[in-house]
């Protein structure tokens, strides 16, 4: 099977919850490692990346009532402490080569640095609208957005190129959206996205209305995927109609993989997780839950998955109200267990990242930033 057949296949195989194991014994927990809590003014984050076990750099905002600053949280001695620095434009994703060179994806456009965050440089020209980028080295790089964008760059992201198979699918491309870049290995990866046109009753958010919100019915949504078999040099477009919309995917070295779909208000549950198969394409559902919203996944490269997400609370499965942080650990991506988390740990959207020495971190959109603290180590 294609890899461009995984999530076409998806929507059928959604039959059944998957079994959940009985809550385990974890010699740990979930930590605050830092808290920006301070009256008349909140944190957003909306990335976190270490470059090292002991730099780490967070990306977001500060927002102080009308006004909004643009800031970086950065660590340089494992978590222990964090400054915030002011940066020239809004943080939406962070991705770094090395402990040295990184990129910034900001709506204006994007940044490079060569120390770690320290000093972004503006890069002359670079597209807008953009949601992620990711660099295979220290010359090709690829970025995809809003409006049906994506590019590709083989000198550092000096100049962007756009990929001419992202325009391929019959979409309209102010309702279109590619929104995740992920590779199995050098030469084999793949770009995800989705068109979804408005609805009629799609005047407000979901959350002002929430008992018509909930009687609505998920509708089929037109899955799109780019997948690649040259690193990156060719392009080949798929589309298939879906429930539910991707919104990340990872792979260890051996070609396995986990992917996250995340539903509206009206589907049975708001998210499922499936384990991918690289080498096959095959997948397999291996987590969902009606009281479980997952945000983001992490595979170590130790082989085990992480989940993080939060609880849902009534029948509005997304809410913009902060929710307790739920994180789930497993040892062979099909079975999961909760793992203890800080109880004043609440967010809307969690996300998960790792460390070169193995450390397990958690930044939320609500000024927090988590660290999993073994039973032996002294918390903060």
Known sequence: MNIRCWWPRLAARCLALAAVASPALFAGKWQISYFYDKDKSSLVLNDLQFL????????GYLDEGDKSKAVTVVTDDGGAHWTIQRVKDVPVCLFFLNEKLGWMVTPRGIFDTADGGRNWREIPKSPKLLMKVYFRDEQHGFAVGAHKLAYQTEDGGKTWQPIAAAADP???????????????????????GYSVPPRADDGKPEWLDAQNAVGRREWPHLSIMLDTHDGGKTWQPSTASMFGHIIRTMFLADGRGLGLIAFTDTFKWPSEVHLLDGRTGKSTRVYNAPDRAITDLLLAPSGKGYLAGVEVQGRLQHSPIPAKVVVLESQNLTDWQEMPVDYRATAVHPILRDAADGSLWLATDTGMILKWTEAAEKGP
């Open 52 to 59: 090292s076990p002991n730099r780490g750099v967070a990306g």
């Open 170 to 192: 019959h979409t309209d491309p102010d309702h279109t959206v590619y929104n995740n870049i992920a590779f199995v290995n050098a030469r084999q990866g793949l770009i995800d």
